[in-house]
């Protein structure tokens, strides 16, 4: 025998209880006996709550990844504008013009690889970052000095600091030549 329970309810509640209760298989004990005990023992619950719930965990963490992901990018756009107009010496006036339509040329270039690789469903940074986590694990644990050129924080074997395999010194590419970055 199961023990009677009387309780006061609003009129909103004690009509759609009613409106439920009237439906095939069920009254209004055993929709009461199932509020409250989903109420009392949420741990219980076999709906759609906990399933809602992982969901959102799952959520959550996407956006966390989101997060980093956004805050990766706007550092590394910031330190490359940064050092871009930390390199770039001013244009004389009689160059402006040629320089203003291979920028052009290049920006064109530029939103049709952006294009592409978005098309793709690709993802730079994520590869990006994964390489680097790969061969080089260390390069995110160590202290680099601000402003420093390239590989300048680098003990390299044969003793060179900031010269290249050949033992040149990095310096701007040639004049009118061009380098394609597919992405």
């Known amino acids: 025998m199961k023990p009677k329970l009387s309780a006061y ?98 920006f064109d270039m530029f939103v049709a690889q952006v294009g592409k690789r978005v098309a793709s469903g690709g993802r730079l940074v994520a590869d990006v970052m994964e390489r680097v986590s790969i061969s080089r694990p260390d390069l995110f644990t160590r202290s680099i000095e601000e402003g420093a050129p390239l590989g300048a924080g680098q003990n390299a074997e044969n003793g060179s600091r900031s010269q290249s395999a050949t033992g040149e010194q990095p310096g701007p590419s040639p004049a009118g030549r061009e380098e394609v970055v597919n992405v």
């Open 9 to 106: 309810v609003s009129d909103s509640v004690s009509e759609r209880l009613e409106l439920a209760a009237k439906r095939p298989g069920t009254n209004k004990s055993a929709i009461v006996d199932a509020a409250l005990d989903r109420f009392l023992n949420p741990e219980r619950d076999t709906s759609g709550d906990a399933a809602l719930i992982r969901r959102l965990d799952r959520m959550s963490g996407q956006l966390d990844r989101f997060d980093r992901d956004l805050s990766v990018m706007a550092e590394t756009l910031a330190l490359f504008i940064r050092y871009y107009l930390t390199i770039t010496p001013p244009l004389p006036s009689g160059d402006q013009d040629a320089a203003r339509a291979l920028g052009r040329e290049r």
